[in-house]
């Protein structure tokens, strides 16, 4: 599976952004698909997660109800739609694939074999 992703850039305080990820590759439509995020000197957190049919979704605490995590499987992409955003949401964004089941956890980075090339988020306040 290869992830392609997009949609960095800067941004102010409370303002919005949408990052997208595209899928290709064997089966890839099949794989549920998370966010992660790295800032500088920082691990690489979890931030959202879809299962692979887009029935379930889960969310870093610190993003419930400012971004919303979708998919659209005849395109087989992903978007995260980032609103109200804060400066310490400044990271580089990476998408990642993975076979995640019905009671695992979505929030794990070793659930996911397959990573995007990441993309730059910056809010200034």
């Known amino acids: 599976v290869q992830l392609q992703a997009s949609g960095g850039g800067l941004v102010q305080v409370g303002g919005s952004l949408r990052l997208s990820c595209a899928a290709s590759?064997?089966?890839?439509?099949?794989?549920?698909m998370g966010w992660f995020r790295q800032a500088p000197g920082k691990e690489r957190e979890f931030v959202a997660a879809i299962s692979s049919i887009g029935g379930y979704t889960d969310y870093l605490d610190s993003v419930k109800g400012r971004f919303t995590i979708s998919r659209d499987s005849r395109k087989d992409s992903v978007t995260l739609q980032m609103d109200s955003l804060k400066p310490e949401d400044t990271a580089v964004y990476y998408c990642?694939?993975?076979?995640?089941?019905?009671?695992?956890?979505?929030?794990?980075?070793?659930?996911?074999?397959?990573w995007g090339q990441g993309t730059l988020v910056t809010v200034s306040s």
């Open positions: 590759g064997r089966a890839s439509n099949t794989y549920a």
């Open positions: 990642a694939a993975g076979r995640i089941y019905p009671g695992n956890d979505y929030s794990r980075r070793d659930a996911y074999p397959y």
